[in-house]
Antibody, heavy 118, light 107 residues
Framework: EVQLVQSGAEVKKPGESLKISCKGS????????IGWVRQMPGKGLEWMGI????????RYSPSFQGQVTMSADKSISTAYLQWSSLKASDTAMYYC???????????WGQGTLVTVSS | EIVLTQSPGTLSLSPGERAALSCRAS???????LGWFQQKPGQAPRLLIY???SRATGIPDRFSGSGSGTDFTLTISRLEPEDFAVYYC?????????FGPGTKVNI
């Protein structure tokens, strides 16, 4: 069974750094893309970008380029999304999703809630 | 960048009725790269339709997708109580991942 398990909720202050994780199981982690999606409170879905753990090929949505960093550690089947300096506007639920070669997000993690507040 | 527009914003229907949700792209896109997702409150999105018309694993046949070019439709033939949710279309692919703003299907 394909599963994506994300790290737990985080509460951070503006300016702090953060790295959240997404662990894949039940499939070959290096053979599928992992996408990241933001959902701000009460709002819709926003595509942040996608990474191929097999070779770390990463494509960022223009809106998120330079704002976050995506990475993956294939030895532990885990993808990461990180911020170097959080802002209050980063408060949101973040989802990871496994995507096939067409980049269609088929399987989703449960989400990680990030709250940034002073 | 391709922009997706969904209509209506909200659809108020009763169980047993038919729902037709529209997704329009700002420019022509390949049907192979159009998906539909369902999201219920407090839950992660779920893939319903990929490639504009193919049902994902485990999705009931009351859900169907159609369309091509710039106009796509998700149809729910007979609404069940569990179908009341928000529905998003997405254009995915090597250079895109844009979601539409969503259509909320209300009882």
């Amino acid at each position: 069974e394909v599963q994506l398990v994300q790290s737990g909720a985080e509460v951070k202050k503006p300016g702090e750094s953060l790295k959240i994780s997404c662990k894949g199981s039940g499939y070959s982690f290096t053979s599928y893309w992992i996408g990241w999606v933001r959902q701000m409170p009460g709002k819709g879905l926003e595509w942040m970008g996608i990474i191929y753990p097999g070779d770390s090929d990463t494509r960022y949505s223009p809106s998120f380029q330079g704002q976050v960093t995506m990475s993956a550690d294939k030895s532990i089947s885990t993808a990461y999304l990180q911020w170097s300096s959080l802002k209050a506007s980063d408060t949101a639920m973040y989802y990871c999703a496994r995507a096939d070669s067409s980049r269609c997000p088929e399987y989703w993690g449960q989400g990680t809630l990030v709250t940034v507040s002073s | 960048e391709i922009v997706l527009t969904q209509s209506p914003g909200t659809l108020s229907l009763s169980p047993g009725e038919r729902a037709a949700l529209s997704c329009r792209a700002s420019q022509r896109i390949s049907s192979s790269y159009l998906g539909w997702f369902q999201q219920k409150p407090g839950q992660a999105p779920r893939l319903l339709i990929y490639g504009a018309s193919s049902r994902a694993t485990g999705i009931p046949d009351r859900f169907s997708g159609s369309g091509s070019g710039t106009d796509f439709t998700l149809t729910i033939s007979r609404l069940e109580p569990e179908d009341f949710a928000v529905y998003y279309c997405q254009h995915y692919g090597s250079t895109s991942g844009t979601f539409g703003p969503g259509t909320k299907v209300n009882i």
